[in-house]
């Protein structure tokens, strides 16, 4: 069995049946929808009627992260054998899940896969990451494309490699999340709750990165219909700037180990693929 989980706030009921039709739940595979909006939507009664979905209105917003976590305790009480944290802005198609099942399947060390994930246009966004340092973060949002900014920002989303084969970062995007449940389940893998919003994938990941191979494989598309509202909205760059903060007093603002270690690993590895 596969199972997913997507967390609802105020999503258009559009996004809502294009995850369903992308995911097609069934017997084998279960879509949990984790709905954190003040309140129920009358028009997604209809879920609760559909083979392999489970809508739970969680009646307040209770944060990506914490969300989620309902989901991974329900796929770990499944059975499942992988579990997909996604986005409700995404698009694909549903023998996707299949190529993945199988490409993870490949190989026991396989904890984490992100497939190539395209914007509308067909655009390859580049969600492969360093694990950031503070002046990542600042320069990313407020200086991408100037100068030695923009040659940074190139480094940190590993942009030279050109997105067309399998590699293994330890920082990875959050909006397609593909991992091994039993890999969750004996590590006590969770979300960290302190993260509302923002953040909380770069923390998961790179711990499940410190277990096993969290790779990214472009042999499969995504649509992603990315909003970054942090970049419009003063609220949410107001939850990330929050995130950041916890994120680097969890792991350590400007020495951090573990960070120059898996850093330096896929530079070297990147480097030793372009000689």
Known sequence: MITASVVLY??????????????????????????NSP???????????????????????????????????KAIDAGSEYHLVMNPDLKFEPEMI????????SDPDIVYVLPKIVNEAGTVQHLCKLL????????????????????????YVLASFGYDRVIDPPCLSGC?????TKTLKEHD????????????DFDLIRRLHRIGKTLYYPEVTVVHRQARLSYSDW???????????????????????ERRMMNGRILKELEACRK
């Open 98 to 105: 299949d190529a993945l099942a199988d490409f993870a399947g």
């Open 189 to 200: 893998i969770r979300f960290d709750g302190r993260f509302f919003m923002y953040c909380e």
């Open 235 to 257: 609220d949410m760059l107001r939850a990330h700037i929050v995130s950041a903060c916890r994120y680097f007093n969890k792991y350590g603002w400007f020495r951090d180990e």
């Open 39 to 73: 309140e129920r939507d009358s028009a997604l009664t209809f879920l609760g009627d559909l083979t392999g979905v489970e809508y739970i209105f969680n009646g307040e917003n209770l944060g990506y992260g914490r969300a989620n976590n309902i989901g991974i305790e």
């Open 176 to 180: 397609f999340m593909f991992m091994r």
């Open 10 to 35: 105020k999503t258009p009921l559009d996004e809502v049946d294009t995850i369903l039709k992308s995911f097609a739940p069934g017997p084998e595979r279960k879509l949990f929808f984790l709905d």
């Open 132 to 155: 950031p340092t503070p002046a990542d973060l600042i320069f990313r949002r407020f200086f991408p494309n100037r100068g030695v900014f923009k040659k940074n920002n190139e480094r």
